[in-house]
């Protein structure tokens, strides 16, 4: 990969981890909610984060490897395949346990979009809450490692 591709790569990539930050501020003001209110805005947010992951993946699965072809299960399908290494593709984007943390996230962002008849129950949302501020913990370090490796692979692929 030449160096232009890679700096528009880390570009697009930085860009959304300023995404993921906003929404991760929006949830730490949010999370103490007592009210139905509040509960639903820090629903709405957590909601909010899985989408802005799974806009992540696919700037990741555009630049490598493109779409996914299975659209039946398009969302749990390009979050799987962000834990592979592709050989002589690229390194995995993220682990298993970040994966199952954000599968969680994707569980509950599905109830949230078909969930028009249902109230939020203030438990389950705290599990999930749960999974999101763990996954604050883990995502950049996986992230900045997964760039470091390509950039690796570049310059080796350079020399």
Request: glycine share 4%.
């Amino acid at each position: 990969m030449d160096a232009g591709r890679l700096a528009v790569l880390r570009a697009e990539v930085a860009k959304q981890l300023e995404v993921i930050d906003k929404i991760y501020r929006r949830i730490k003001e949010r999370r103490k909610a007592e009210d139905v209110v509040h509960l639903e805005s820090l629903g709405y947010q957590l909601h909010n984060l899985y989408c802005a992951f799974e806009d992540l993946f696919k700037i990741v699965a555009r630049f490598f490897e493109n779409e996914v072809a299975d659209k039946a299960r398009y969302h749990a399908e390009l979050l799987r395949r962000m834990t592979l290494h592709i050989k002589g593709v690229r390194p995995a984007l993220i682990t298993e346990e970040t994966a199952r943390l954000l599968d969680s996230l994707r569980a509950f962002r599905h109830f949230f979009r078909h969930a028009y008849t249902y109230e939020l129950d203030p438990r389950k949302l705290a599990v999930v809450l749960e999974d999101a501020l763990k996954l604050e913990e883990r995502y950049k370090k996986e992230v900045d490692r997964f760039l470091q490796l390509i950039e690796s692979e570049t310059r080796r692929g350079g020399e």
